[in-house]
């Protein structure tokens, strides 16, 4: 295998700025390692689709370089493409034609792909993502939902080495959204590398084994999602109807961050043994209904990374 | 995977021609280029019933009605073969080139504003390929478009008018077959015309993200030179505009034919495809496709 150094997705300080001098990514040093599912996590306007409109050879970058599956991009993007496939910002289809056909369309604008099997492939990527029954309806007649599984079909036709999805769950309905993680786990699971996008934490830490998060078109972190959830510490909470007088005691005891909240108190875990914490409340005569550290989601991972909330616009 | 991979290293020697088959079938599968088509056959049949019914049947066309309509319209009563060259000369100026103007406008700036292009360009279409079947495509519709009208004024001709021999330009006479022959020729030269505008609005279809802009533009340079061309203060610059010979094809019906306007006009053609190809080719491979 060629992509050995540096995983499926290499860049060294890739940058894009646009003509309008508007910096949109800077300095991205990103590895994707090969058989991750990846998580490519940010708010809207970081950088994620210039990031992944590089890496598929649509944008120029103005510096550094980009190698996926082991070939410079987009210098060798016609060797490297055919091998990955691709939904970037939403699916794109043509309305007058039916979803089938749709599909033998971007099926033959790959020379990689064999024209022989081309009805049969599309066929198989139809049934994968359900939409046999729909492949004869224009695809104007598509609900947003359907349209995202054609997209998705596309990306499918050929066995790919690397997938790459940017926003994939957009618009679809929960069914939809579950059904599209288990795509992603089954086809991780065949040993493609999946590369997904999104502004969702919760969709990155329910498929992911691999994320990297992007704030106004800089890298923030990249890592295995346990240990980008671990760098986020815990909050003690405390269940209990003596919410004043526990409060009191966890200061006493060195907790921070002390916020109490009708029964619960939550605060930033001390140094010293829980246990002792919880005596203490017990000997001040505290009635605890719980006690116990609640382990940090990345969402809070996050925002102790960028300092932000998620939804905003960057 | 290794099969994929086998797949990659050798791409079949037809790489462009899968492409080109999709590309055609998608230009020809529109309701919009039917609409196109079914309005270039139209006029072939307004011309022919109105000269049916201004000369009553038969009878010759008086002078003092007509004068100067489009080339040959006064012949069409003696034969209805002349309503090709009349219909084809009738649509050059405008209707033929303003239907090539709407397809190679929408060509890449029509898929760039679905969305549809960033995924021809990572399936990968490869962009000089793209480029090479879009133009190839819109090549095709000039021709199809040419032989609907040449077809359409036929078929009108032979149903409302005698068909037989036929007089050329020079005075000589030519047989009906030998007249056909040269029908057909005027067609391929009527639509060889068309292609420099084709390479025009190409280049201007990479040059917006909207195919409404893009076809807008080539309809307005098209009829701006076809204003241009009227002006003899710029006598100059006229035999440089794409259109200045688009009529000499009637040279095709000289005995013996008149070849001196025909090359002007080819090489001319020529000459666009390179100038707006190559301007199309520089701008596309080298553009952020952000839509």
């Known amino acids: ?314 | 995977m290794s099969r994929a991979e086998a797949a990659v290293r050798a791409p079949s020697p037809l790489w462009t021609l899968g492409l080109l088959r999709s590309e055609l079938a998608i230009t020809f599968r529109r309701w919009r280029t039917l609409a196109l088509l079914g309005v270039l056959a139209a006029v072939p049949v307004l011309v022919g019933v109105a000269v049916r019914i201004e000369t009553g049947g038969g009878s010759s066309p008086g002078h003092g009605g007509g004068g100067d309509g489009p080339a040959f319209i006064t012949q069409i009563t003696n034969n209805g073969l002349f309503l090709v060259f009349t219909a084809l000369a009738a649509t050059l100026p405008f209707f033929l080139p303003m239907a090539v103007g709407v397809i190679a406008g929408d060509a890449i700036a029509g898929e760039a504003n679905a969305g549809t292009l960033r995924y021809l360009l990572v399936a990968p279409a490869g962009r000089t390929r793209l480029l090479l079947a879009k133009y190839a495509a819109t090549m095709a519709f000039c021709l199809v478009a040419t032989l609907v009208v040449a077809v359409s004024a036929l078929a009108v001709g032979a149903l409302l008018f005698p068909l037989g021999d036929l007089t050329t330009i020079s005075g000589t006479r030519i047989g009906f077959a030998e007249g056909l022959g040269r029908a057909l020729l005027i067609a391929l030269v009527v639509a060889a015309s068309l292609t420099g505008l084709a390479a025009l609005g190409l280049f201007v279809s990479t040059l917006t993200n909207s195919g409404i802009a893009a076809m807008a533009t080539t309809v307005g340079l098209l009829i701006t030179v076809q204003i241009l061309d009227q002006i003899p203060q710029l006598h100059a610059v006229q035999p440089y505009l794409f259109s200045h010979h688009w009529l000499s094809f009637a040279d095709l019906m000289r005995e013996p034919v008149y070849w001196d306007g025909l090359l002007k006009n080819l090489q001319l053609q020529a000459l666009y495809a390179a100038v707006f190809g190559s301007a199309a080719w520089a701008r596309f491979t080298a553009k952020d496709i952000t839509a």
Do not use: W
């Open chain 1, 1 to 314: 295998m060629d992509e050995g150094e540096g995983g499926v997705i290499h860049t060294r300080g890739l940058t894009k700025r646009y003509r309008g001098g508007q910096l949109a990514v800077d300095g991205l040093d990103l590895t994707v390692p090969a058989g991750s599912v990846f998580g490519f996590l940010g708010p809207n306007g970081s950088g994620k689709t210039t990031t992944i409109r590089m890496l598929m050879g649509l944008v120029e970058p103005t510096s550094g370089t980009a190698r996926v599956l082991g070939h410079a991009v987009p210098r060798s993007s016609r060797a490297v493409l055919p091998r990955v496939g691709a939904l970037i910002e939403g699916p794109a289809l043509y309305g007058f034609l039916t979803g089938r056909d749709n599909l033998l369309r971007y099926d033959a604008a790959d020379p990689a792909a064999d024209p022989r099997t081309r009805r049969a492939r599309v066929a198989a990527a139809l049934d994968r993502v359900g939409l046999t029954a729909a492949a004869g309806k224009k695809a104007k007649a598509y609900s947003l939902g359907m349209k995202q599984r054609l997209g998705l079909a596309a990306a499918l036709l050929q066995p790919r080495e690397l997938l790459v999805l940017d926003e994939p769950t957009n618009g679809l309905d929960p069914q939809g959204m579950r059904e599209i993680r288990s795509l992603v786990r089954e086809l991780a699971s065949d040993g493609t590398t999946v590369f997904l996008s999104s502004h969702l934490l919760d969709e990155i830490e329910q498929v992911c084994t691999h994320a990297a998060v992007m704030a106004r078109g800089r890298l923030v972190t990249q890592g295995a999602v346990a240990e980008l959830a671990a760098g986020a510490r815990g909050r003690l909470v405390v269940t209990t109807p003596d919410a004043g007088e526990a409060a009191r005691v966890l200061k006493e005891q060195g907790v921070g961050d002390v916020v109490a909240d009708e029964d619960r108190v939550t605060g930033d875990p001390p140094e010293r043994d829980l246990a002792e914490v919880n005596a203490a409340l017990v000997t001040a005569g505290v009635r605890v209904r719980g006690f116990g550290l609640e382990r940090a989601s990345l969402e809070d991972a996050f925002v102790a990374l960028t300092g932000e909330g998620f939804d905003v616009a960057g």
